[in-house]
């Protein structure tokens, strides 16, 4: 009970240092301790749900994120340059010092023409070749989301348009897993406070941060009660523990019960539906069925 | 002079989408959408748990997730025919309302608005060198501000979403049998709180700020019109109170409004990176000649039909002016005061309910050998279909025509061209060597590329393919 307690407050301490470090963020701004560092987000072959859930950032919000802790100088959703020119504010970002974010998988079929990015001077290039270029001269490399981080859904079985992860293609650089379906702005960008301000990260031996993924999603889930007393809910909807639906918590890494989501709204579990483990390596297809009766 | 222009990326919409326009004499003569990336989910759902569809399907989309699993759910309970009580169906139209909120507060302000403000200054949206910039310095300055207001505004939109269904993206709350969340007071007035928050910035903020784009940007009025062919599949029409009926099931071919009938709908893959292997099966194939996109294209009745707000203000008689870029950025904004107030009813009914504590009820399902099911509704970007099949207790086949597949779909002949491809030919440009006409029609479309590939099954009996 004593250790099940200590894992609880190790967690509410990691929310305290988060909020605590955004602020600190502030203060080292004013005295200009440090700059923002350029920042590329990449989307590759995925449903560009990362950036739609960076959007939702509350802690602190985005335009707080944008403004303040990066210098953001590429990105597909949000950019207002198209084209060609577009691709030129990718590649002229090479030549700084900058971080590399991905989201969705590389996709390698037909030498990469399943995921085509841009067209710079009549030539199509690919997801892949852009991540390869930009991965060699990146100061940091995160793969955010499950796609990037695992291959994700998009390379579920029978993995149609040859999707691999992140670290699985870049193999000769050191690259922060952030997994999630979507990946919770929270780790997103708590991991790039502490990378501009100490630049240290605390990591497990998969590559994310442990301020995010220490625990698993039982050990401080509030329905541990009821799995303790063996009390499982019969079907969705039901309020006790959710194990024999299917619930993945149990070796899911996230701290989804302590932060939740969309500015602390709520969580699936919240909602009476079990975790489906979308921050675990082989999400989706070692996660399913989702849900069983 | 002829000259080909290319625009690649065209930012500013989700996923990755390739324009090319051939312009001679200032005037587009030839245009060619291509959605360029594939991810394949109908091959991916085969085999696999029926009940798992909905949290899989939402995934194609990060922007749109809750359209695919309002319309997988409602697939699933036509399948295994159950019967979805009216509390559940009022939560679960309210969560898909709160997407729409989401959806097109970000596609005005994130996606559309820098095609026509240089934008707050925080990159990358701050655009110093936008071409035809015509908005006085105080008005840019207030739109500026609403950009950062919409940004917190969009994200109140999915924390409704997450209070009734767990997050957003990729809720889990929306299930077969409706939801799954059960509702508490602190909730509903928590939601009310952030949906009067939301309409007050709609109605304060939103409106003026389309109207003064209208103003300065006229000619948009007659840039970009696709034609009169409109198709919805029905929006909140499953209500008696007239101030949540929206629209039903309807098509308008030119000009000439019809009643719906799905056995219209059609599909073909003649100038997709798809083709029929010998033993009939769709595979992709990225090097097919004279192919161009792996959008697939649509038709009814073997029209091109233009789907989303504007085809549902014009079906639904709301909106009487034109078709054109201008009146579809105007509809979209008009569409989210809407769906806002239309919301603001359906609490009305949640809590009603509420009060008289009715409660939902949850109930466990069991896979049916065989069955087949599918659900046809409109959602933010216009009318979007899954049609399953379910054999041995697995999904046996699954196809999808997203919103995007009607509007951004690859033309199926020279003579049949696709809805996007229309609104671009015969448009004037003013600076070849900043065309910025051809992103401001294009994104009027609000084109989601995640959403848009898909090959579809084949086997699928309620379909006729037309491979040519």
């Known amino acids: ?293 | 002079m002829s000259v080909k222009l290319n625009i690649d990326p065209l930012t500013r919409v989700s996923g990755f989408l390739k324009i090319e326009v051939q312009v001679e004499n200032n005037k587009i003569i030839d245009a060619k959408c291509t959605g360029s990336m594939f991810r394949g989910f109908e091959l991916m759902l085969k085999g696999r748990n029926p009940f798992d569809v909905i949290y899989f399907t939402e995934r194609i989309c990060g922007i749109c997730s809750t359209a695919h699993s309002y319309v997988s759910s409602q697939a699933m309970e036509k399948a295994m025919e159950v019967k979805v009580s009216q509390l559940a169906m009022y939560i679960r139209d309210f969560i898909h309302g709160a997407e729409f909120l989401q959806n097109h507060l970000r596609h005005f302000y994130l996606y559309t608005l820098p095609d026509y403000v240089r934008g707050p200054k925080i990159n990358p949206v701050y655009n110093e060198d936008l071409s035809d910039y015509r908005i006085p310095e105080n008005i840019e300055q207030r739109i500026n501000r609403s950009y950062i207001r919409a940004l917190e505004i969009s994200s109140l939109a999915h924390q409704i979403l997450a209070l009734l269904a767990g997050k957003a993206p990729h809720n889990h709350g929306i299930f077969i049998g409706g939801v799954t969340s059960n509702l508490d007071a602190n909730i509903i007035f928590t939601v009310e709180e952030k949906l009067k928050t939301i309409s007050g910035f709609i109605e304060n903020n939103m409106l003026k700020d389309v109207y003064d784009i209208a103003e300065y940007y006229k000619d948009y009025f007659t840039k970009g019109s696709s034609g009169k062919n409109f198709l919805s599949y029905g929006l909140f029409d499953n209500y008696i109170e007239k101030e949540i009926f929206y629209v039903k099931p309807s098509a308008m071919i030119k000009g000439q409004l019809e009643a719906f009938n799905a056995d219209y709908i059609d599909e073909s893959i003649n100038n997709s990176w798809y083709e029929k292997d010998p033993k009939g099966d769709i595979t992709d194939n990225r090097n097919k000649e004279g192919a161009y996109s792996f959008v697939k294209t649509a038709r009814y009745k073997g029209e091109a039909m233009e789907v989303g707000p504007l085809a549902r203000m014009v079906l639904c008689g709301e909106y009487k002016k034109g078709n054109a870029s201008m009146d579809r950025i105007l509809c979209r904004v008009l569409e989210v005061n809407k769906v806002a107030m239309i919301m603001q009813n359906i609490l009305k009914l949640i809590k009603e309910s509420y009060i008289s504590a009715n409660s939902l009820e949850f109930k466990t399902y069991e896979i049916p050998n065989i069955a087949k099911g599918e659900a046809l509704r409109d959602t933010t970007r216009g009318a979007l279909g899954h049609w399953l099949t379910i054999e041995n207790k697995a999904i046996n086949t699954y196809n999808i025509i997203t919103p995007s597949v009607w509007n951004l779909g690859p033309s199926e002949s020279p003579k049949s061209l696709g809805v996007v491809e229309k609104a671009l030919i015969g448009t004037s440009i003013e600076n070849i060597s900043s065309p910025v006409e051809v992103g401001r029609i294009v994104r009027s479309f609000d084109p989601c590329i995640s959403c848009a590939t898909h090959i579809h099954g084949n086997n699928f009996k309620d379909i006729e393919y037309s491979i040519i």
């Open chain 1, 1 to 293: 009970m004593d250790n099940k307690n200590k894992s609880c407050n190790a967690m509410d301490e990691v929310v305290v240092k988060v909020k605590k470090k955004c602020r600190e963020i502030t203060k080292d701004l004013e005295e200009g301790k440090y700059q923002k560092m350029n920042l590329i987000w990449f989307e590759a072959n995925g449903c560009s749900g990362n950036i739609i859930s960076l959007l939702n950032a509350s802690d602190p919000e985005v335009g707080y994120f944008l403004k303040n802790m990066v210098n953001m100088t590429y990105e597909n959703s949000i950019m207002s340059t198209q084209g060609q020119k577009a691709y030129e504010k990718f590649l002229d970002t090479l030549n700084t010092e900058f971080i590399l974010v991905v989201e969705g998988a590389v996709s390698l079929k037909d030498n990469g023409k399943y995921n085509v990015v841009a067209t710079y001077n009549d030539i199509e290039i690919t997801a892949k070749d852009a991540i390869k270029l930009a991965s060699r001269k990146a100061k940091y490399i995160l793969a955010v989301g499950n796609c990037a981080a695992y291959g994700g859904i998009s390379a579920a079985v029978p993995n149609p348009s040859g999707c691999i992860s992140l670290p699985e293609y870049i193999k000769d650089k050191w690259i922060i897993r952030l997994p999630g379906c979507p990946c919770n702005p929270y780790w997103v960008v708590g991991t790039i406070g502490e990378l501009i301000t100490r630049g240290l990260l605390e990591i497990d031996k998969d590559n994310r941060p442990i301020e995010f993924y220490g625990n698993t999603i039982h050990d401080a889930c509030p329905r541990r009660g009821y799995f303790e007393k063996k009390i499982f809910a019969k079907t969705l909807g039901d309020k006790e523990c959710m194990l024999r639906l299917g619930c993945r918590g149990p070796v899911t890494r996230a701290n989804c019960p302590i932060v939740e989501w969309n500015d602390r709204s709520s969580w699936p579990i919240g909602i009476n539906t079990p975790c489906i483990g979308c921050t675990n390596p082989g999400f989706p297809d070692k996660m399913e069925p989702f849900v069983r009766y």
